[in-house]
């Protein structure tokens, strides 16, 4: 079955400590993945493609398909970065396109 | 913001009352999604929509119905809404060129 899970419910750090937020997925084809941001009260935006391998407001993902996962991480975090974070993998069925997405991981930064 | 918008942003209801939730588009895209957003389940796919009048069910689809008779508009129907479905919902749409999803505002559901 097609699943993504973020094993962190929540994760906390300190301002300027590195972070990683987990992500892994099962899928027979081959992946697409995306994260998500959703910051307080506000609707979700996307955050990385693992196709485009950039980097947005430092972040970065690197696609292991060895290990199926699509790890986030960022060397130093900021306060603005608290938020929940969505893994999601895009589902071809059919001619249809959906995405699963994981249950979230909400990131406090401390000061 | 992908042009969507969600009406309405707020909603408080009673339990066994219908309730219609409208996402609005203005870009002409394909393919428009409903989710429900839930401490501990994340995003859930309700309903999504391939076309006008071509609907399919996600998840989670039980106790909700969707119409799309026009290619901006993506109707979801609690046809007796239970205490169950209070929830934030979420409609997006896909992008013509990756495939990644916009999403729109929210609507939250309270339903007492």
């Known amino acids: 079955a097609q699943r993504v899970t973020q094993p962190e419910k929540l994760l906390s750090v300190f301002k300027g400590a590195p972070v990683e937020l987990k992500c892994n997925y099962s899928y027979s084809g081959s992946p697409e993945l995306f994260w998500y941001v959703q910051y307080s009260r506000q609707r979700l935006q996307l955050l990385l493609r693992?196709?485009s391998r950039e980097s947005i407001k430092g972040f970065t993902a690197d696609l292991n398909k060895g290990e199926t996962s699509f790890h986030l991480k960022k060397p130093f975090a900021q306060e603005e970065d608290s938020a929940m974070y969505y893994c999601?993998?895009?589902?071809?069925?059919?001619?249809?396109?959906?995405?699963?997405f994981g249950k979230g991981t909400k990131l406090t930064v401390n000061p | 913001d992908a042009g969507i918008t969600q009406s309405p942003r707020h909603k408080v209801t009673e339990t066994g009352t219908p309730v219609t939730l409208r996402c609005h588009q203005t870009e002409n895209h394909r393919y428009m999604y409903w989710y429900r957003q839930d401490p501990g389940h994340g995003l859930r796919l309700i309903h999504y929509s391939y076309g006008v009048k071509d609907t399919d069910k996600g998840e989670v689809s039980d106790g909700y119905s969707v119409s799309r008779s026009k290619t901006e508009d993506f109707l979801l129907t609690l046809e007796s809404a239970t205490s169950s479905q209070t929830s934030v919902y979420f409609c997006?749409?896909?992008?013509?060129?990756?495939?990644?999803?916009?999403f729109g505002p929210g609507t939250r559901l309270t339903v007492l």
């Open positions: 997006a749409i896909k992008g013509r060129v990756r495939h990644e999803q916009f």
């Open positions: 693992h196709i």
């Open positions: 999601a993998l895009n589902l071809l069925q059919g001619g249809s396109e959906k995405l699963v």
